[in-house]
């Protein structure tokens, strides 16, 4: 069965960086376009960044260009995202996501939490 | 693209029917003549859930009370008689424009 299981999450301060990694299992990761949204607490899904399945294609929502970069390894079945000069407002549980066809999103891991804090 | 879903929350009865808007600031229709409007459930502490997509077709596993309707910029999800596993937020969402955008959730509570 389809799996993503995010990692790398956790406590960071402002302006540092964290790298987030998702591992897929159950279905061929390399044909597959892949997506991260946030969930800030308490707050509605914000999609932040997709990759195309041979990670050629990729991109950002505006609150995130410069600053986050989405990756993949496809021998490894892994999904990245690294994300530097975090902000307080970064503050979010993120998930990975697969993008099916038609596009949707129709499987979607865990989360990982990460927050930003001084 | 702005989503935007009415009501924000909706008590519901058990075994009674409930309804949740999504309205569009644009319309949906792809180039290909697709509508790409999903909605998704997001269970208390759980992550998101695909429902339906293309505004009306099941995703594997999703019980039958479950249905979409709608065009152009307004859509329907039904639940025909809600059941307590039912009780979540659930969300439209669209990919028919880049940037993908989602609504802003409703909240079914018994």
């Known amino acids: 069965q389809v799996q993503l299981v995010e990692s790398g999450g956790g406590v960071v301060q402002p302006g540092r960086s964290l790298r987030l990694s998702c591992a897929a299992s159950?279905?061929?990761?390399?044909?597959?376009?892949m997506h991260w949204v946030r969930q800030a607490p308490g707050k509605g899904l914000e999609w932040v960044a997709v990759i195309s399945y041979d990670g050629v294609g990729k991109h950002y929502a505006d609150f995130v260009k410069g600053r986050f970069t989405i990756s993949r390894d496809n021998p490894k079945n892994t999904l990245y995202l690294e994300m530097n000069g975090l902000r307080v407002e970064d503050t979010a549980v993120y998930y990975c996501a697969r993008e099916g066809l038609p596009p949707n999103m129709d499987y979607w891991g865990q989360g990982t939490l990460v927050t930003v804090s001084s | 693209i702005v989503l935007t879903q009415t009501p924000l929350s909706s008590p519901v009865t058990l075994g009674q029917p409930a309804s949740i808007s999504c309205r569009s600031s644009q319309g949906l229709v792809h180039s290909d003549g697709n509508t790409y409007l999903s909605w998704l459930q997001q269970r208390p502490g759980q992550p998101p859930r695909l429902l339906l997509y293309k505004i009306s077709n099941p995703f594997s596993g999703v019980p039958d009370r479950f249905s979409g309707s709608g065009a152009g910029t307004d859509f329907t999800l039904k639940i025909s008689r809600v059941e307590a596993e039912d009780v979540g937020v659930y969300y439209c969402?669209?990919?028919?424009?880049?940037?993908?955008?989602f609504g802003q959730g409703t909240k079914v509570e018994i």
């Open positions: 159950g279905f061929t990761f390399s044909s597959y376009a």
């Open positions: 969402m669209q990919a028919t424009h880049f940037p993908w955008t």
